[in-house]
């Protein structure tokens, strides 16, 4: 299914209107997955402001790098900081053994959760997703969970949810701003065999600015 693009004037207002969906998506709580990166955090500023039922909401990072917790590179320390004090559920990838074990220990977490509300999702220049890269063994794990090394994004070492759980949401939304990101997001639009191309969902929502949808104001 084709995405449903909605560009907006800038990173602000994509930014918006992307929480304003994924607070619409969990109004009945739910699991959501949400991910990494710099581009998200005007959403979650949104988001963490809206009246949504808190309690009933559990939030995971699409993907987690293998760094000491606390660390302010890491997905978590993020999620923490928007979503921390609002009393959702959080679920945390135990990184400190090793990827693999983080992931085993997040597919138990997740397991009795599934399946997901919603994903909303980064781009990456390089077509990635969550940390999904190009031509990575992680692409092809079946199981919910897959370590990463060797990824071309740093830290090397990642956890990510796999394409098993990032599939089952009803909704993935992918918010993709700043004129870096045209080429990729170009591609998720014409479904080329990027990482992203391949979550599906219901409904998938692209949420971009002029800049990356490569329109002038
Ligand atoms: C991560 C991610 C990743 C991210 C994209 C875009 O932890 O790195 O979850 O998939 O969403 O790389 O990152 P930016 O928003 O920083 O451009």
Redesign the pocket.
């Known amino acids: 299914m084709a995405p449903i693009l909605r560009i907006h004037e800038n990173h602000e207002l994509a930014s918006s209107a992307a929480a304003s969906l994924v607070g619409e998506l969990l109004h009945k709580g739910g699991l959501a997955a949400l991910?990494?990166?710099?581009?998200?955090r005007n959403a979650y500023q949104r988001l963490a402001k809206l009246a949504l039922p808190w309690s009933e909401i559990q939030l995971v990072a699409?993907?987690e790098?293998l760094l000491p917790d606390g660390d302010p590179e890491r997905?978590d320390t993020l999620l923490d900081e928007y979503f921390g004090r609002l009393g959702c559920t959080r679920l945390h990838f135990d990184t400190r053994e090793s990827a693999e074990a983080a992931a085993s220990d997040m597919e138990q977490k997740l397991k009795p959760l599934l399946p997901l509300k919603l994903a909303l999702?980064?781009?990456?220049e390089d077509g990635?997703?969550?940390?999904l890269f190009p031509g990575n063994p992680a692409l092809q794990v079946r199981s919910l969970v897959a370590p990463v090394h060797d990824a071309a994004?740093p830290p090397p070492d990642r956890v990510t949810l796999s394409y098993s759980t990032l599939n089952t949401g009803k909704a993935v939304v992918f918010l993709v701003t700043g004129a870096g990101k045209g080429e990729a997001l170009h591609q998720l639009l014409h479904g080329e065999n990027i990482p992203a191309s391949h979550v599906q969902a219901e409904q998938v929502w692209v949420f971009a600015d002029r800049a990356a949808a490569g329109q002038r104001s």
């Open positions: 991910a990494g990166g710099r581009t998200p699409s993907d790098r997905n999702l980064g781009l990456g990635h997703t969550a940390s994004k």
